[in-house]
């Protein structure tokens, strides 16, 4: 089993639906992160987040420490939202990350 | 800031033969990493400098080296490059400044070894 599980693994939306990305990890962590690969191959980062919950924009984060569980909510999903969204966990031993085999989002029109 | 820079951003080699990637930031990051992506697989950490001077092991080491030739640069070595090999390879970079360890990646170079 990975130690990181992400799911759905596609996942197909019509523009303007919310969208949810769940990440499971089975490790003590320090700090999960969620990144973005664009089309194009470049990767960004979105979100840290040790406890709770964060927004920026129309993305939503939340972390359950006690779960070992993570979600990714997109409100009002546009088509520039599509990409491969990638959940990793840093332990708490090291600056060193564990990725999640990502999650290919694409968003109709 | 350029940021992350790469090169090259495509390569293909033949069996045998070797290159070096080429990672540098301009961000005064102490910590840089190598990463491997294969298709339906996560990144999976080659090898990684937590500071300028020392290079680590990653997840999957075995037919790399690597070289933290100074603060700002990290390079990769395929010494006999085998098809296992063909893959997308990132470089990233992360400040210590904070508990997060924020990861800051290159473009990727595509490599293909057939």
């Known amino acids: 089993k990975n130690e990181v599980e992400q799911s759905p693994q596609n996942l197909t939306a019509q523009e303007g639906e919310f969208i949810t990305i769940n990440c499971s990890y089975s490790?003590?962590?320090?700090?999960l992160h969620w990144l973005q690969q664009h089309p194009g191959g470049g990767i960004v980062s979105l979100f840290m987040?040790?406890?709770g919950k964060k927004k920026h924009g129309r993305l939503i984060a939340t972390i359950n420490i006690q779960e070992k569980h993570s979600s990714l909510h997109i409100t009002a999903s546009h088509p520039r939202d599509s990409a491969v969204y990638i959940c990793?966990?840093?332990?708490?031993?090291?600056?060193?990350?564990?990725f999640g085999a990502g999650t290919i989002l694409r968003v109709k029109s | 800031n350029a940021g992350v820079t790469q090169t090259p951003k495509f390569q293909v080699l033949k069996t045998g033969q070797s290159m070096t990637l080429q990672c540098a930031q301009d961000?005064?990051?102490?910590?840089m990493y190598w990463y491997r992506q294969d298709p339906g697989m996560g990144l999976r950490l080659i090898y990684y400098?937590?500071?300028?001077?020392?290079?680590d092991k990653g997840e999957v080491p075995n037919g790399y080296n690597v070289s933290r030739l100074n603060k700002r640069e990290f390079s990769l070595r395929l010494e006999s490059a085998a098809p296992s090999q063909t893959s997308v390879y990132f470089c990233?970079?992360?400040?210590?400044?904070?508990?997060?360890?924020?990861?800051?990646f290159g473009p990727g170079t595509r490599l293909t070894v057939t």
């Open positions: 990233a970079s992360s400040t210590t400044a904070n508990s997060f360890y924020e990861q800051y």
């Open positions: 490790v003590g962590i320090s700090a």
């Open positions: 987040l040790s406890s």
């Open positions: 990793a966990v840093r332990g708490r031993d090291g600056n060193k990350l564990v």
């Open positions: 961000m005064n990051h102490n910590s």
């Open positions: 400098s937590a500071s300028e001077g020392t290079t």
